[in-house]
């Protein structure tokens, strides 16, 4: 009886230089199909048209390529030293992983193929992984994440890159760790398929795993840092091992200069090569990168590496989250607060403990005793028929006084701000024309006129955006926290008053966005000037020390038919080619019947 073939989803999240990803592309196009068929899925997140293009073509030329746009554009800083990552990239990059799950789980495929755009791989992968029959397994590489340092792989045993074995409670001596650390490393460097703790980049996914939970949401109660700790600590919960394969490992393009490793690579993993009997093993890389003189204090220079890392600082900038780029401020999800410098979604560095945050604390200047002044800043246009009446009966709770933009209304908008905040102070700025169409332009003149009221902190809402109720009392707490200037909360999209939506479309409040700034005199504020979607906030915020917190903001925008229509209209009329959203989730606002989720208070 002949077998039906396994189908692969390969998903890859991609924002990368033109150079590298020909390379990685043609990677994809050499793989044997011989067990299983073959369909891709790529977010194109690339701020490089050159790379957009080839994505583009290999689409063409594929017979079964989904290509999507992220709709955002970041930074993304790396050179032939490291790379720089922060919490809005790591978080954003796993939501694009989420919608490859989802994907993979929707259209019923046996296995997702999870793969960095820098990787290239042996032609037997995909295929060879596939007959290990494991839930989640990854095929292994090896990278030096600092020039002129040992070759490490992308797994490791416990926590957040320790790879040595340790039972739990097991108290080690350094000389145990170094030892440890030394058979870790030469056990994988032979042939063959090992448990881990900790994987990533290059990961065969089961349909039975993404069905028992598999995901790459945060784990509240964790703090480690990147997006495959939580993936992994959550199969981990869920009983479903990790393994690591090592007969075919991947080549990793980390830096420009690792390009010319590529026609090794190719002479090597070639059916020439194959047909000559060349050994292809740990890889000629893996094979010399452990010597006598590696082995001594190994343990050491693994955790040194990794402050060596911290202590870089990155300049980089933040950005939207792509989960739901209709709102489209930037987003977060939990991690350390000050930034990294870290090898992205895919090395161990971006899990490396985090040193002493390398920014310096301007005093907040608040008197002893007296609670720091929160600002409400505002953009209204039109909301008289609306929830602004609700909503700021709810923030006179709290705030110390309120800065809105009246963006060219011609309803009794202006009137009903005066009365709801009658008794606190008030700065009301009129357009006599509307901005909207150019939403940087606006932010900006909203984020300028806040400054004049000399704010010590700054809560931007929306007029359809209020805070569950314990806000009002918990909010002190907050504004009195002297390590952080700046908190990210999630956002709920309400359907109706009882119910938020959820499903692959909507997952706004999966992630953690910034509403409540501590302004800072002596920091450098820039923005982003996309004229839709480009945040409420300047966008380099995220080098500011943040925090999370659990307090939840509901979104009452969407939670009426007639609004939702109107929406959609305008998001037509100014993005028809969604070229700053995502066109599938503006066409999913009009879905009559979508998932919603009883709200609790």
């Known amino acids: 009886m002949k077998r039906t073939p396994k189908r692969v989803l390969l998903g890859s999240p991609i924002h990368q230089k033109p150079q590298i990803l020909r390379e990685f592309l043609g990677s994809l196009r050499r793989l044997h199909r011989d067990n299983f068929t073959l369909d891709f899925y790529f977010i194109d997140d690339n701020d490089d048209e050159a790379s957009s293009l080839l994505l583009r073509e290999f689409a063409d030329q594929e017979p079964s390529v989904f290509l999507q746009s992220s709709g955002v554009r970041d930074a993304y800083i790396r050179n032939d030293t490291t790379h720089y990552w922060h919490s809005a990239l790591i978080w954003k990059v796993a939501g694009f992983k989420n919608l490859m799950i989802r994907r993979a789980e929707v259209f019923e495929y046996d296995y997702l193929f999870l793969i960095d755009s820098d990787l290239l791989l042996h032609p037997g992968t995909v295929s060879h992984l596939i007959r290990m029959d494991r839930d989640i397994v990854s095929e292994i590489f090896w990278t ?24 739990p409670g097991e108290q080690l001596s350094q000389e145990e760790i170094n030892r440890r650390f030394h058979e870790f490393l030469n056990k994988l460097q032979h042939p063959g398929v090992y448990e881990v703790g900790g994987l990533g980049a290059c990961t065969l996914i089961s349909r039975r795993a993404i069905l028992s939970g598999a995901s790459f949401d945060p784990v509240k109660n964790i703090s480690y840092w990147g997006e495959d700790r939580h993936f992994c600590i959550r199969a981990a919960a869920l009983g479903i091992p990790l393994y690591v394969d090592t007969h075919y490992p991947a080549l990793h393009l980390y830096r420009d200069s690792d390009l010319a490793k590529v026609d090794d690579y190719l002479r090597l993993t070639s059916p020439q090569a194959r047909s000559e009997g060349t050994a292809w093993a740990a890889g000629e890389d893996a094979a ?9 204090g190994a343990g050491d220079r693994a955790r040194e590496d990794k402050l060596a890392d911290d202590s870089l600082g990155d300049q980089s900038t933040g950005s939207g989250a792509a989960e739901e780029p209709l709102p489209a401020d930037a987003a977060i999800a939990p991690g350390p607060a000050a930034v990294q410098p870290q090898e992205g979604n895919t090395s161990p560095h971006e899990g490396a403990l985090p040193d002493e945050p390398s920014f310096t604390q301007a005093a907040s200047g608040t008197p002893p005793g007296r609670r720091p002044k929160l600002t409400l800043s505002m953009i209204v246009r039109n909301e008289g028929g609306r929830f602004l009446q609700q909503v700021l009966r ?12 009246d963006d060219g209304s011609t309803d009794d908008t202006a009137e009903i701000c005066r009365r709801e905040l009658e008794g606190i102070p008030l700065r009301l700025v009129q357009n006599t024309v509307s901005k909207f169409s150019n939403e940087a332009e606006l932010r900006k003149q909203q984020w300028d006129e806040t400054l004049k009221s000399r704010p010590e902190w700054i809560l931007s809402l929306d007029a359809d955006e209020l805070f569950e109720k314990s806000f009002a009392a918990e909010v002190e707490t907050l504004l009195r926290e002297e390590s952080c200037d700046l908190f990210c909360f999630r956002l709920y999209d309400f359907w109706d008053d009882e119910h938020y939506r959820e499903d692959v479309f909507w997952q706004a409040h999966q992630s953690y966005r910034p509403f409540l700034i501590r302004y800072r005199e002596d920091f450098g504020y820039t923005w982003n000037n996309l004229p839709q979607h480009c945040g409420r906030l300047p966008e380099n915020i995220f080098e500011l020390p943040h ?17 939702r229509l109107d929406k959609y209209l305008r998001y037509m009329l100014l993005d028809p080619d969604a070229q700053y959203g995502w066109k599938e989730q503006y066409e999913s606002i009009l879905d009559q019947n979508p998932r919603l989720v009883p709200w609790d208070e």
């Open 394 to 405: 709810e923030h006179r709770k709290y705030i110390d006084e309120a800065v809105i933009i």
């Open 288 to 296: 010399r990168m452990w010597d006598a003189e590696d082995a001594e």
């Open 547 to 563: 925090q999370l917190s659990n307090l939840r903001i509901k979104h009452l925008g969407w939670s009426r038919p007639e609004y």
């Open 144 to 167: 030096q994440w600092q020039p002129n340092t040992m070759l490490q792989p992308q797994v490791w045993m416990h926590d957040e890159y320790n790879q040595w074995e340790l039972l």
